[in-house]
């Protein structure tokens, strides 16, 4: 056979090769973007590992996509690691992102609050940058500003659970009761028109709305709210405590020591810490008449 002939066709299958191989890497890529755009994060970190195995650390942004996956799973050491080996290389806006949530998931707010403020142009539209940037000035104690961004991490995503109950913590800080009030039926309205709601989700809204109208000093609106999640517990020993708050703020003490009776009945232990501690019943219970019928359920 013909030397030449040899070494173009080594050179051909060579190319070949490489050039499969070449597809082959690609297609692994695009599985690892299409799972972290459809937040599987779980599976684009097993596609990663997979990729690394066959190939080496050869993706030119591979920590990048190691740190978005391990940030977004709450694993922020991971992915502080994981991004500063991307920033050695890469001086970006997407880095820098990815760094501020990491200081934020670290506890290092100051600093998360410097860099997600550095790079807040490029993030305009963006409601998960003003979540990350409203938690961190949450944690920081700066609860007005956390307020206001994660407004807008609610303005841009309104059927979001998590923004909007994070913002209802922001209001509950500032004792904007109204605001959370506002912003809590806002949500029931759109949880509304979901065709299926998870019901945790839902009485976690209630009960941070029953807390605003009881702050609020609506105490009529907190019964009724605070009343049907009662007929929907099974184990209803803090709906009978909120009520009886309610009583007790209304001075309707017969209410008050019904709902009390109910709960000493539903946990005793619960009933000793909570109200006896409770500043809000100090009247009902020196009333003499209520006081004394306390006194005789706690005997029995």
């Known amino acids: 056979m013909n030397k030449k002939f040899v070494i173009l066709l080594v050179l051909i299958l060579c190319f070949q090769s490489t050039g499969c191989s070449g597809k082959d890497n690609q297609k692994e890529i695009d599985f690892i973007r299409s799972y972290i755009n459809e937040e599987q994060y779980e599976k684009a970190i097993v596609e990663l590992d997979e990729y690394n195995t066959k190939n080496g650390r050869t993706l030119d942004e591979e920590d990048y996509y190691y740190g978005v996956c ?26 820098n992102y990815e760094k501020a ?19 807040k142009d490029a993030y305009l539209d963006n409601p998960e940058y003003f979540y990350y940037y409203g938690n961190s000035c949450y944690y ?16 841009l995503d309104p059927k979001q659970h998590t923004y ?8 509950s800080e500032l004792e ?50 605070y009343s049907k999640l009662l007929d929907e517990s099974d184990d209803p020993y803090y709906e009978c405590y909120y009520i009886a708050r309610c009583y007790a703020k ?8 019904i709902y009390l009776r109910k709960s000493f009945e539903y946990d005793i232990y619960y009933y000793y810490d909570e109200y006896k501690s409770d500043g809000v019943f100090k009247d009902f219970f020196a009333d003499k008449k209520y ?10």
């Open 70 to 95: 391990y940030n977004r799973l709450g694993l922020y050491k991971l992915a502080e690691e994981a991004i500063d080996y991307y920033q050695t290389d890469h001086d970006d806006i997407k880095g």
């Open 101 to 119: 949530i990491t200081l934020y998931g670290t506890a290092d707010y100051e600093k998360a609050n410097q860099l997600f403020e550095s790079i």
């Open 140 to 155: 920081n104690k700066k609860y007005a500003d956390a307020a206001r961004l994660l407004e807008k991490a609610v303005n």
């Open 164 to 171: 909007n109950i994070d913002l209802l913590y922001a209001y």
């Open 176 to 225: 904007e009761y109204n605001k959370g009030i506002e912003a809590c039926n806002n949500y029931l309205k759109i949880l509304g028109e979901k065709k299926e709601v998870n019901s945790d989700e839902r009485d976690q809204l209630e009960y941070q709305r029953g807390d605003f109208y009881y702050n609020a000093g609506q105490y009529e609106a907190a019964l009724s709210v």
């Open 250 to 257: 209304m001075e309707d003490y017969q209410n008050t020591y």
């Open 291 to 300: 006081g004394k019928m306390m006194e005789d359920l706690e005997a029995e």
